[in-house]
């Protein structure tokens, strides 16, 4: 199975946006990648991406709850297709969201965690802590990631967040972004876990999904890469011991 949790601890760093970029960029020829909204504060990727909200997440929560399911069934159920990956869009409204997450996430990430390394879940969780209901997705996952701000008062929010996340047998690195005054390694040190990728502040006039196909987001695509690389390599083999990446092996 490949399920990666994509989420935040404060403010709005672009979790949402290394999501679609993890999709975007994912190095295993052949598997699929579905991007799954399960954002309990509601969603806005089927706004940006112009797909809608339906047939989404709210369809496989009633859908899961009433028969098994394959993940096969998920997509021809939940997802949209979105150029060469799929998407499965939550509803806007954080009632409904979180209502649906609160019945099926378990259900949902059962599915994907028993998924045969056929399809990359990339799982969009929003602010994750031990008490969301998006939990069960963490729970099920090879890798947590926590994207984050590279200020002292975001960083400051991590260490304590991470080891209640391990506590719950989770597997947690960190995605900085720019700016920051520290290093990977002295990030990562500060924190508590592996940081694997800095990506780069992108500057533009435009800030949805669109503008990310513009010259200004080069260096953040190449920072992309570079996580999903990591977290793609645990398709084929176990995952390695690793307390931080070389900071020359980290695009800035």
């Given amino acids: 199975m490949t399920v990666t949790v ?10 949402t946006r290394l999501a679609v970029g993890l999709a975007a960029a994912w190095p295993v020829e052949g598997m699929r990648r579905v991007v799954v909204e399960a954002d309990p504060d ?4 089927g706004a940006e991406l112009g797909v809608g909200v339906e047939p989404g997440l709210m369809a496989l929560a009633l859908a899961v709850r009433s028969a098994p399911m394959t993940p096969d069934d998920l997509l021809e159920r939940g997802a949209t297709d979105v150029a060469d990956w799929f998407v499965v869009a939550a509803p806007p409204s954080a009632e409904q969201a979180h209502s649906a997450l609160v019945h099926a996430a378990s259900s949902l990430a059962d599915v994907m965690h028993r998924d045969p390394a056929r399809t990359a879940w990339i799982v969009d969780v929003g602010r994750l802590s ?7 997705f963490a729970r099920a996952a090879t890798h947590v990631v926590l994207v984050t701000h590279g200020s002292f008062p975001h960083l400051q929010l991590l260490p304590h967040r991470i ?18 005054s520290w290093s990977a390694g002295e990030i990562a040190d500060f924190v508590g876990a592996d940081v694997i990728g800095v990506l780069p502040e992108v500057r533009a006039r435009r800030d949805d999904l669109a503008a990310m196909s513009t010259n200004a987001w080069r260096s953040w695509w190449a920072a992309v890469d570079d996580v999903a690389a ?9 995952p390695q011991d690793l307390r931080v990446l070389p900071d020359e092996a980290v695009r800035s």
Avoid: F, K, N
């Fill in 230 to 238: 990591y977290v793609a390599r645990d398709t084929t083999g176990p």
């Fill in 163 to 180: 080891e209640a996340l391990r506590s719950a047998e989770c597997h947690v690195d960190v995605v900085v972004v720019e700016p920051t």
């Fill in 130 to 136: 031990t008490r969301s209901p998006s939990m069960a």
């Fill in 42 to 45: 509601g969603g806005r990727l």
């Fill in 6 to 15: 994509i989420g935040s601890v404060a403010g709005a760093p672009g979790a």
